[in-house]
């Protein structure tokens, strides 16, 4: 059978304050083309659709149309939650869902069977599909105890209720003559990040081995991770990553989704298939003179400029480069570091104080020192 992978759409992303609908339509229209042309018999999307657990009508409308037109691709569909997804908003869907011939899977809840997904290809290949959503820690604990697994002790991690869930839903692996799957959206460990995760939900606490994946599953789909690799795993095991670049720490990214072509008595192959429609994000440095010679109309830009801070410096960039998203000072330009300044501030005045504040700042108005010496006077005198 041929699988098509791909998570982490993060429909509805703003970045930097621009809105990167149009960016997604094209985007998520390649991921359909890819698998018209690709024909798989099962697309699975590894967590995150939206950017955030509140999204808009407009990305509501994005990830409904672009889950459908993958349905209309002969394919059959099975999508779940990601820790930027709301899981029984996602859940709430599934009555249109199934009339769609689509699977949502958004949250664990109390039947175990349920995230258990069986079907067919067209050509009579037999699959099962074990699909876990994201888990916060509280939540892991719960699920853990709805399965009625061992009660959750003081000194078991997350790790452990991650390991103990799929072992309890990987179960039916031992079933003859059935392509055994799994998809999960987690941070394994070992794994490199993509550059734009949610930081508290891939730090250490959140890692999970990769031991806790079962040696008789023929492949496994993973979201959460940004960037497409493959995993060291007891089973074949991958990222597809995000088909774009979510944010500037992700620009050295490929984009793309895998194709993977798997049977019971043959390896898992996977190729990647580049997925181009996003705008490019760079990041540009050098000082105004040398900014002036930047020439990326077609990208998203985070500019670092060498300039001494001063009022107006972000619009002179943004005059030169109108795709500057974002726009940063140098850190090797920014005055004296504040534990260099501590260490002359002792035993002087608070007059003292203020006037190297100006100074560092090299932009006070005139008048402003003799205007703290009035006040500070009147309040002293006061006191």
Not at 162 to 173: H, N, P, V
Not at 232 to 252: M, N
Not at 349 to 369: C, I, K, M, T, W
Request: proline share 5%; glycine share 8%.
């Amino acid at each position: 059978m041929r699988i098509l992978h791909t998570s982490d759409w993060h429909v509805g992303k703003v970045l930097k304050g621009r809105n990167r609908h149009d960016e997604h339509i094209r985007v998520l229209a390649q991921v359909v083309d890819t698998a018209r042309a690709e024909r798989p018999d099962l697309v699975v999307i590894a967590g995150d659709l939206y950017d955030t657990a509140a999204p808009t009508a407009d990305a509501t409308r994005v990830v409904t149309r672009a889950l459908t037109a993958l349905r209309n691709t002969g394919a059959q569909v099975v999508a779940i939650g990601g820790n930027h997804d709301n899981g029984p908003a996602l859940d709430a869907l599934r009555p249109w869902a199934e009339a769609a011939g689509i699977t949502l899977r958004g949250a664990v809840k109390d039947k175990a069977d349920e995230l258990v997904i069986r079907g067919e290809t067209a050509g009579g290949e037999k699959w099962q599909l074990v699909t876990l959503p994201f888990l916060s820690q509280r939540y892991a604990i719960r699920a853990a105890e709805m399965y009625e697994l061992t009660a959750a002790e003081a000194t078991q991690t997350y790790a452990d209720h991650i390991a103990r869930l799929i072992e309890r839903l990987s179960q039916g692996f031992d079933e003859p003559g059935v392509v055994n799957l799994l998809t999960a959206h987690l941070t394994i460990v070992g794994a490199s990040a993509g550059g734009g995760e949610r930081e508290a939900h891939t730090i250490m606490g959140y890692a999970v081995p990769a031991t806790v994946f079962p040696r008789n599953a023929h492949y496994v789909a993973l979201g959460h991770l940004h960037r497409a690799q493959q995993v060291i795993s007891p089973c074949p095991t991958r990222y597809s990553g995000s088909p774009l670049a979510i944010d500037f720490g992700e620009e050295e990214n490929v984009s793309s989704v895998a194709i993977v072509d798997v049977s019971i008595d043959k390896a898992a192959r996977v190729r990647d298939v580049p997925i181009t429609g996003a705008v490019a994000l760079r990041t540009v440095r050098g000082s105004l003179e040398q900014l002036a010679t930047v020439n990326l109309p077609d990208a998203w830009l985070r500019v670092i400029v060498r300039e001494k801070p001063r009022v107006g410096l972000r619009e002179d960039v943004q005059e030169l480069l109108p795709n500057a998203l974002e726009v940063r000072i140098d850190p090797d330009m920014m005055p004296k570091r504040a534990g260099e300044r501590m260490a002359q501030r002792a035993g002087r005045s608070p007059r003292e104080l203020f006037g190297d504040y100006l100074d560092s700042r090299e932009n006070a108005e005139d008048g402003v020192r003799e205007l703290f010496d009035e006040l500070y006077d009147e309040v002293s005198t006061h006191s």
